[in-house]
C-alpha cells in the first residue's frame, strides 16, 4: 500500500501556513465609485470642515436670540444651496429651510411649528414684509449646525483597513474623496482535472460526470471579491496540467485545482507542485478534505498561492472555505482574513468521528425560545454529509466544529461553528 509522505496536519496550523504565506500587494488608487466592498489601504482625513457654514437643522426662521417671543417682519428667505444677501437685523427674521446657510446677524432657528403668519405670503409679494409671530424663546445655536458640526479639519474619516460598504463610500463623497488607495482584488484561477469530466451543458459520456467544483468554487470567489480566471478542464495529462498551471501562474494570485490530490497514479497534482514551488502541507486532519495541498510557487516576482484541492465537491468547497477563502481576504486587506467562530445549539444530536474532527454542513439561525427566552443560535444539520454530495452545501451558513471522539452529541450540546454565510 503507497502511504503519503506527507505529515496530516490540524487545519488551525494549516491555516496559519497559510496566511503566513500570504503577502497583500501594493495598493492602487482607483475611483471612488469602483472602491465598494474594497479594502482601504491608507487613513483618509478630513481637508475641509463639514459643514463648512452655520447650517440650519431645521425648516423654520432664523432669528437673534435675544429678541425672544413676538411679532416680527419677515426680511427675507434663505433656502438650502443659496447665501442670503441681507443681514437679520435684531428685532427681525428671516425664512429658512433645512440645510441653508444661516444668514449674517442670526444666531439661531424657531422651528416653524413655534410659529404663525399674521400676514399671508401673497402679502410679502405685493406690499412689503409679512409679520411672523414667534412663540418660542430659544437661545444662541438652537437648531444650528456650526462649522464643523459633523467632521472637522483634520479629523479621521476612515482609517486605514476599513471595507467600503455604502455608509462609507458616502462618507468619503461627503468629504469630497474622488479617488482611494486601495488593495487589488485577488485575481484567482480556477481548473478541474479528470478525464471523467465534462462541462455543464454537454451531455456525459460513459463514465462521465458534470464538472461542478469550476462554477461552485468561482461563484465562491466572486462572493468574496475576487476576480476570477477560468482555466476549464484539464485531462488526466502530464503536459495538459503543466500548461493549465502555467497560465494560471502566470494570470493569477491564487491558484485552485480540484482533483488530482489523492495516491493514485494519475493524481499529479503534489509532484508538480513539488517541481515547480514549495509544497508546505498535503494532509489535513479533518472531515472531509484530508488530501488538501497547500504550495507556493514564486513567478514574476511575486508570491503565487496554489491550493491542491479535493475533487469530491464538498471536499472542494469546505477546504476552500477553510483555508483558501482566508486567503483571499488576506491579499485583499482584511485586517482579520479569518472566519467568524460562533457557539451554537445543536438541533438533533450528532455521531461523531473517531478518527477525525468533522466540518459538519449545518444551517445556523437566531432561536428566541432558548436559554429561557434570551435566545441563542440553533443549528440544523443539512443532513447526509458524504463528501460526494453537494446538496448537503444546499442552504449550509456554517461549519460546525465537531471533535473527534466516539459517540454521540446530543440535542442541546453547545459546539463551535466557523460562519460561511449569513445568519438569518
Known amino acids: 500500500m503507497t502511504e503519503s509522505t506527507y505529515p496530516m496536519l490540524d487545519v488551525e496550523a494549516a491555516l496559519d501556513i497559510v496566511l503566513a504565506q500570504t503577502v497583500p500587494p501594493d495598493p492602487e488608487r482607483i475611483p ?7 479594502i482601504l489601504a491608507e487613513t483618509v482625513y478630513a481637508t475641509s470642515p463639514l459643514p463648512p457654514f452655520p447650517a440650519s437643522v431645521k425648516d423654520g ?16 428667505e434663505v433656502t438650502a444651496g443659496r447665501v442670503a444677501e441681507f443681514v437679520v437685523a435684531p428685532g427681525t427674521v428671516a425664512y429658512i429651510t433645512t440645510g441653508a446657510p444661516l444668514p449674517a446677524g442670526a444666531d439661531a432657528v424657531v422651528m416653524v411649528e413655534e410659529t404663525a403668519m399674521t400676514v399671508s405670503p401673497a402679502y410679502y409679494q405685493h406690499a412689503g414684509a409679512p409679520v411672523v409671530h414667534v412663540r418660542a424663546r430659544v ?24 471595507r467600503l460598504g455604502p455608509a462609507e463610500i458616502g462618507l468619503l463623497a461627503t468629504v469630497g474623496v474622488v479617488q482611494v488607495a ?19 451543458g454537454t451531455p456525459p459520456g460513459p463514465g462521465q460526470i458534470h464538472d461542478s467544483n469550476r462554477p461552485t468554487l468561482a461563484a465562491a470567489v466572486a462572493a468574496l471579491g475576487g476576480v476570477v480566471v477560468d482555466l476549464g478542464i484539464v485531462g488526466d495529462t502530464q503536459a495538459t496540467l503543466e500548461a493549465a498551471v502555467a497560465r494560471g501562474l502566470e494570470e493569477a494570485d491564487i491558484l485552485l485545482t480540484s482533483g488530482g490530490v489523492s495516491m493514485g497514479n494519475l493524481d499529479l497534482i503534489k509532484p508538480l507542485l513539488d517541481r515547480i514551488g514549495v509544497v508546505h502541507f498535503g494532509r489535513l486532519r479533518m472531515k472531509p478534505g484530508k488530501p488538501c495541498t497547500f504550495a507556493t510557487v514564486e513567478r514574476n516576482g511575486r508570491r503565487r498561492l496554489v491550493f491542491g484541492l479535493p475533487g469530491n465537491p464538498v471536499s472542494s468547497l469546505v477546504t476552500f472555505y477553510l483555508l483558501g477563502a482566508p486567503a483571499l481576504r488576506k491579499l485583499a486587506g482584511w485586517e482579520n482574513p479569518r472566519l467568524a467562530r460562533v457557539q ?4 438533533e444530536s450528532l455521531r461523531l468521528d473517531p478518527y477525525r474532527p468533522e466540518y459538519h454542513r449545518a444551517t445556523v439561525r437566531w432561536e428566541t425560545s432558548l436559554h429561557e427566552g434570551r435566545g ?7 443532513g447526509n454529509q458524504a463528501s460526494s454530495r453537494l446538496l448537503s452545501m444546499r442552504s449550509a451558513n456554517a461549519l460546525l466544529e ?7 452529541l446530543p440535542a442541546g450540546a453547545i459546539v463551535t461553528a466557523l460562519l460561511i454565510g449569513e445568519v438569518l
Not at 61 to 76: C, K, N, R, S
Not at 191 to 198: A, F, K, R, W, Y
Open 402 to 408: 465537531l471533535p473527534q471522539g466516539e459517540g454521540v
Open 139 to 162: 437661545t444662541a445655536g438652537a437648531d444650528v449646525r456650526p462649522i464643523g458640526y459633523d467632521v472637522a479639519v483634520g479629523q479621521e474619516v476612515l482609517p486605514a483597513g476599513a
Open 344 to 347: 451554537v445549539c445543536l438541533g
Open 182 to 200: 486601495v488593495y487589488p482584488a485577488p485575481r484567482v484561477a480556477i481548473l478541474s482535472s479528470g478525464d471523467e469530466l465534462v462541462e455543464t
Open 61 to 76: 426662521y432664523a432669528v437673534v436670540a435675544a429678541d425672544g417671543p413676538g411679532e416680527f417682519p419677515v426680511i427675507g
Open 32 to 38: 471612488l465609485a469602483a472602491a465598494r466592498n474594497r
Open 376 to 382: 441563542a443560535l440553533l443549528a440544523d444539520s443539512t
